[in-house]
């Protein structure tokens, strides 16, 4: 009975928790077990698979993790691709152009190569390409391009089994288990209230700090949708992501002059960023800490060091014995010169020459008095010369989630304000944006699943991306969704391999409409979606 309960538990935990954004089917091939087990609906984790997430990709009181024994079994039980995106829209736009639809390439797809290197130290890699990445020229106008590369990459390493705080507990629990132990090939124990199994855990390289929040950026079920741009270079429709994720803030740039548009993820809630992460619960107590660093603004390597965006963030984890649990996350994050402003700065006056050359005004006589070859120009207004100021930002927040049964509810606010913007923007730029996400999920059946999500956004920064002039400073979008899980690696004897396809069809309607602002353009978009991994 013990084998048969402790395999499928560390199997569910390496499934569920070697990626932090969502269920590799490489590790579910290692165990050859249902992706389902962690996963209140994937890729969202529920209250179990966030606890092995955390814990370095192992369960509470994992001795040492199983390795693949030959190099066959490394490749099949430690690579993933994975497949997302809409492959049909349909939007409607306010005022023009008339509604466009369509068939499209999936926006993201993925390679993953993840595992545990050693009993301490794990590895992840995504390579990922992305279409219709919306960016801004050299004329200022936006426009979609494709982009690949390393979206995350970093090693996770458990401290306390780096420097063997474990090794002699781990030592006398492998031989109290005795044959049982070998004949599972797996270490396992299980630990009274300490510190042993639950960190520090140190993420160091391209990290998804957000990982560990109570609404993580990258576990959403609805796709991140990108931004929609005309033929002429102006925006139609903002990217549809969470708000309260966003950057906020309308005609600001990341170091570099890379566009950074309002509702893109920054900072502590980007994607992936460069950084050192760390987290773990002291005393194996219900509030997990998490601290570090990401420089996320920052392009350029040599160019890190004054970008650096500290963060700190706390979650309480409750729950009781009705099947209800959940978590309230609170976050503060400071970026230095974590964004950067273009504007107009006054121009000096130009140098007037003398019709009489210097040398002769010394002589004692002059027919006439010197006098200059033209009239100066009159004072510029708004000036004429680009000038740029880096910013500071500083941002908090609040998450939380609540699950119960069949029910999965999740939202987040943050608060953001900008510092150092220069005194010549007095009255045009606004330094203050709020955000808000919210979301519910019923898993209605075990193959379909509803879901509502509403956003939020109080924007800042300049009245507009495109032009300097008064437009909606807020907006709100109503998603509804319904995927369908064709399979999920839950049913073996039917689908042999595990594996993952589910579809989806998407409603996202615009409640600020009016105007040919980004935020009010459009009135609402039609997805069809996918997602497949094997």
């Not at 124990?189 to 929040?213: C, E, K, Q, W, Y």
Request: aromatic content about 12%.
């Amino acid at each position: 009975m013990a084998r048969r309960l402790l395999l499928p538990l560390v199997a569910a935990a390496l499934l569920s928790t070697a990626v932090p954004a969502r269920a590799l089917p490489a590790f579910a091939r290692r165990f050859n077990l249902a992706c389902g087990a962690c996963h209140s609906a994937v890729p969202r984790l529920n209250a179990f698979g966030e606890a092995f997430h955390e814990n370095g990709f192992k369960p509470p009181g994992t001795m040492w993790t199983p390795l693949p024994g030959t190099l066959s079994d490394a490749v099949t039980q430690g690579m993933a691709v994975w497949a997302r995106g809409e492959f049909f829209e349909h939007s409607d736009f306010a005022r023009g152009p008339s509604p466009r639809g369509g068939f499209a390439v999936p926006e993201h797809a993925s390679v993953y190569l993840a595992g545990p290197l050693t009993t301490s130290t794990s590895l992840f890699v995504e390579l990922e390409n992305t279409v219709h990445e919306t960016d801004i020229n050299k004329r200022g106008d936006f426009v979609n391009s494709d982009t690949g590369g390393m979206q995350k990459a970093f090693l996770m390493v458990d401290l306390p089994m780096l420097f063997g705080l474990h090794a002699g507990m781990d030592h006398e629990m492998h031989h109290a288990m005795g044959h049982e132990m070998s004949d599972m090939d797996m270490g396992m124990a299980t630990m009274g209230d300490g510190l042993v199994g639950h960190g520090p855990m140190v993420m160091i390289g391209r990290v998804d700090p957000s990982t560990n929040f109570s609404y993580a950026v990258d576990r959403q079920l609805f796709h991140d949708v990108p931004a929609d741009t005309s033929e002429r270079g102006f925006l139609l429709r903002l990217g549809l992501a969470p708000y309260a994720f966003g950057a906020k803030f309308f005609g600001i740039f990341k170091r570099g002059d890379h566009t950074l548009l309002p509702t893109e993820p920054t900072l502590y809630n980007t994607e992936a960023a460069p950084g050192v992460d760390v987290h773990g619960r002291l005393f194996a107590s219900k509030v997990l800490y998490q601290f570090g660093l990401t420089t996320d603004a920052a392009p350029e390597f040599l160019d890190r060091i004054h970008t650096a965006a500290p963060y700190a963030m706390l979650r309480y984890d409750f729950g009781d014995d009705d099947g209800l649990n959940g978590s309230v996350s609170v976050l503060g994050n400071y970026g230095r010169n974590a964004y950067r402003v273009f504007y107009l700065a006054p121009a000096p006056l130009p140098k007037i020459p003398l019709a009489v050359p210097r040398e002769t005004l010394r002589e004692p006589t002059l027919p006439e008095p010197p006098f200059p070859l033209h009239r100066p120009p009159p004072p510029p207004g708004r000036g004429f010369i680009t000038a740029q100021q880096d910013l500071d930002v500083w941002r908090e927040g609040i998450g939380a989630n609540l699950r119960r049964g069949p029910w999965d509810a999740y939202g987040a606010y943050t608060y953001d304000q900008v510092f150092d913007v220069p005194e010549r923007l007095a009255g045009r730029f606004v330094r203050r944006a709020q955000g808000l996400t919210a979301e519910l999920d019923y898993r209605l059946t075990h193959s379909l699943l509803p879901s509502v999500r509403y956003d939020w956004m109080k924007a800042g920064g300049f009245q507009s991306d495109v032009i300097f002039e008064p437009g909606p400073r807020q907006s709100q979008v109503l998603h509804l969704q319904m995927r369908w899980y064709l399979f999920e690696g839950d049913n073996l004897a039917r689908v042999p391999i595990p594996a993952l396809l589910v579809l989806s069809l998407r409603d996202s309607v615009n409640l600020t409409p009016g105007g040919s602002h980004p935020f009010g353009a459009w009135r609402n978009a039609v997805l069809l979606g996918f997602d497949f991994a094997f």
